[in-house]
Structures are given as structure tokens and as C-alpha cells.
């Protein structure tokens, strides 16, 4: 090995034990801050209205592309009622989720997502068994009906 490559690994080593011990150094030299800092209830309210709008968009456009999956399946004569009336179930949360939206509640916001996550799961199935029933068990391309919800 070349003396160059020694002095510039030994002078990296040097680079590398320094920029480790640089954070420890500061961590220790920092002032401890004890004062709470109040918390901005306008921006909380802000924030929790964007996702709020935004949760509610979600829930619809799920519908929506799932009833449009629906109208598919039934297009290609397929049995829908099940499938109809879980969705029909789905759509009668969004009220439970407005109000728990609205009220800033977490723990029925927590409930109304636990019992759509069940909703959703049951109807992913019955879609599955829907397809598998209207074109055979063989068909390609059904193991990916779980991505229309």
C-alpha cells in the first residue's frame, strides 16, 4: 500500500471518530429547555380539518370505485347482491365517521375505522368469491381483487 493511501485512510479515520464525537459533545453542552411551549389549539383544529376532509374523500372514492366494480361484475352477469349489501353497509358508517370527524373523537373515530376495516375485508372476499363463482375457480387475475378497495 501506497504511504498516500495510508495518510488519507488515517486522516479519514481521524474525520470519522471526530464526527461521532462532535453530536456527544454538543448533546452534553445543550441547555435542558423546561419551559412547555403552549400548544397552538388553532393549528390542531387546522390540521385536524384537513384530514377530516380528507378522510371523508377517501371513504367516498372507495365507495364510489367499489360500487362502479359492482356495476362491472353485475355487467358480466355475475350474483352482486351480497357484495350490494355490504357496500350499502359501508355507506351507512360514513355518518358514524362524520360525527366522530366532526366532534374530534378520537375513540369513535378508532370504532367507526375498526368496524370499516371489517366491512372492507368481508367485501374484498365476497368479491373474490363473486368472480370465482361467475368465471370459474381457474381464472387469472383474480388473486388481485383485493386492490379494488
Known amino acids: ?5 495510508r495518510i ?20 452534553k453542552e445543550a441547555p435542558v429547555n423546561t419551559v412547555e411551549k403552549p400548544v397552538d389549539t ?7 380539518d384537513v384530514y377530516a376532509e ?7 372514492l372507495r365507495v364510489e370505485g367499489s360500487g362502479e366494480a359492482i356495476g362491472v361484475l353485475a355487467e358480466h352477469g355475475c ?10 353497509s359501508i355507506s351507512g358508517q360514513r355518518d358514524a365517521l362524520v360525527k ?3 366532534n374530534h373523537d378520537r375513540k369513535a373515530l378508532k370504532q367507526v375505522n375498526q368496524d370499516l376495516m371489517k366491512l372492507w375485508k ?24 383485493g386492490d379494488l378497495s
Open 1 to 5: 500500500m501506497k504511504l498516500t493511501t
Open 8 to 27: 488519507t485512510m488515517i486522516l479519514a479515520a481521524f474525520c470519522l471518530v471526530a464526527l461521532m464525537a462532535v453530536p456527544v459533545t454538543a448533546a
Open 42 to 48: 388553532g393549528l390542531g383544529k387546522d390540521l385536524w
Open 54 to 60: 380528507y378522510r371523508l374523500q377517501i371513504f367516498d
Open 79 to 88: 350474483d352482486t347482491d351480497s357484495l350490494q349489501a355490504t357496500l350499502d
Open 100 to 102: 366522530a370527524l366532526e
Open 122 to 145: 368481508e367485501f374484498r372476499q365476497e368479491a373474490k368469491e363473486s368472480i370465482r363463482e361467475c368465471s370459474g375457480a381457474g381464472v387469472s387475475g383474480s388473486a388481485d381483487i
